[in-house]
């Protein structure tokens, strides 16, 4: 199994609305994809940051093949409607994790 992680800062001042938009558009939107068999989201709970809180999203995948063809066919459209909602004020990174 496969987990494709995507952490975000997300400023305090849009923190709910940021995650009430992950939770009711962009999660399913990943999700109608198929490339993905589950998902969990997770407030991170260290920080360096006042102004902003951390979020993990890590969806599940079962092959590298299904994370590589949402990364060539899906993620950029995904993530530009993420920019243009949020721009500056959520500001994420990814990571590719291999369960073992």
Do not use: C
Not at 17 to 37: D, G, Q, S, Y
Not at 69 to 88: I, N, T
Request: proline letters at 2%; hydrophobic letters at 40%; aromatic letters at 12%.
């Amino acid at each position: 199994m496969l987990i494709y992680n995507v952490t975000t800062g997300v400023d305090k001042q849009i923190e709910q609305e940021w995650l009430f938009w992950m939770k009711e558009e962009h999660i399913p939107h990943v999700m109608a994809t198929k490339m993905f068999v589950s998902h969990k989201i997770y407030r991170i709970l260290t920080t360096d940051n006042e102004e902003s809180v951390s979020y993990a999203v890590q969806y599940s995948a079962k092959s590298l093949n299904e994370v590589e063809r949402y990364l060539d066919e899906f993620a950029p459209a995904l993530r530009e409607a993420v920019s243009k909602k949020f721009g500056e004020g959520a500001v994420s990174f990814r990571t590719l994790l291999e369960e073992v």
